[in-house]
């Protein structure tokens, strides 16, 4: 069924889990936190993580012509009014009189199967709201008494420098992070000489003033995007976008993800830098299928702007044959925070195992947060605990994100590894120590156990995470 994971977990499950196990805090949380911020914790870091790993290794690696960047996030405030974040980039809102509660005019109007256009100007919008104002509650007090609908500009305001000057101008947030690649373009240019088509790829952090930040994850006003934006001949793009659009879903699918929970929907309505856009969407528990990545011709669009406000020439010169042209782009944006917690409930699985109900993370090894966890079978044989530690103390060195656990029984300790989705756990016991007979490996996905000699271990388990 849509919006279910395969177990029926909702979305309350797998928030629940991911607080309980160190994946994800609401952010600010000893103050009652902060709308549409949350942390990452320690299980949640080492996924994400590897998350951006993986996604680094398939677009910058992986790739020919693919340079990496890291652009700062304040910019120049003309880099926003060249975008065309300073006025085009904005949601439209009303206010509920009656308890102050505040709604995204298109979002609510959606939910009654009407479309408001994202080119539409206030005036059209509140003519479209006004004609269905008496179908629309207020999703708090359920009055149908809004406010005219204004634009709302979502670019999130700071200050640098003299933070005391009246009216002295403020610097933004960077509402997308693909502009930082299309300013050091010139510099990539220069100084990599790269030849068309060439990409650049990026994860950096946006900022957007979200009118109601939901669905967890989902709708954040601070979150990361990793984006790609490939630089080609005019003209040159239909193929080109095409071959990207494959490329990205495989992606998805290499990360494990279920091929019936993802999707590709056009965009009807484009943004304003787009000429044509198309989603990646992922079945999300309790909210269905929805937007994880966003795949957009962007055509001149975005060099022309800030050659325009910028006054330098931004124009590639074929080194064959000296033409000079304006690049087009074509870009995938994708949302980290969303593919996490896509991957998160993708991996969510409620099973038996030797006759017991478990819930366990069926995570791609790669992306699993803890790699091995290593459990003494007794906590009170210092004679195991010693062996453990050692084993556990090479495991770490070789692969870093290793949990030593002796507490409880061995069953309860399986249990919170596969929580966490560990893909192998190490038990020393007397045979270790008695007998050299090596340790217990035990597989996270079919609970069977194998003797590995202590030398091999870390052969072994390589072999396996690989
Ligand atoms: N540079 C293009 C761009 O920013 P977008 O469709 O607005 O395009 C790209 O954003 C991706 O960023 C989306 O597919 C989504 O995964 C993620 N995203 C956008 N707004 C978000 C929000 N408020 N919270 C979490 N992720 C968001």
Known sequence: ???????????????????????????????????????????????????????????????????????????NPRVWDASGHTSGFSDPLAECKDCNTRIRVDKELAKIGVT???????????????????????????????????????????NLGDFTAAGSEPVYLPGEACQGIYLDYKNIVDTMQPKIPFGVAQIGKAFRNEISPRNYLFRTREFEQADTQLFI???????????????????????????SRLRFKQHEHLAFYAKDAWDIEFDFPTLGFDEVEGIHDRSDYDLTQHMKFSGVDLRYTDPMTTEKYVPWILETSMGVGRVFLAVLSNAYTEDELGGEKRVVLKLKPSLAPVKAAVFPLLKNKPQLVDKAREIFKALKKEFGAVEFDDNGNIGKRYRRQDEIGTPFCVTIDFDTLEKGAGVTVRDRDTGKQERVGENDLIKYLSSKLA
């Open 1 to 75: 069924m849509a919006g279910m994971n395969e177990n029926g977990a909702s979305l309350d499950t797998i928030v629940a889990l991911a607080k309980r196990r160190g994946f994800i805090y609401p952010g600010s949380e000893i103050y009652g936190g902060l709308a549409g911020v949350y942390d990452f914790g320690p299980r949640g870091i080492e996924l994400l993580n590897n998350l951006k790993a993986d996604w680094w290794r398939a677009n910058v690696y992986g790739k020919e012509n693919y340079f990496g960047l890291d652009a700062g996030m304040f910019k």
């Open 116 to 158: 408001a256009d994202e080119k539409m100007t206030e005036k059209d919008l509140n003519e479209l709201f006004d004609k269905h104002r008496k179908d629309i509650p207020c999703p708090k007090c359920g009055k149908k008494n809004f406010t005219a609908v204004r634009a709302f500009n979502l670019l999130v305001k700071s």
């Open 233 to 259: 001949r005019p003209n040159e793009n239909k193929d080109a976008y095409e071959a990207m659009k494959k490329d990205r879903m495989q992606w998805y699918v290499s990360l494990g993800i279920d091929p």
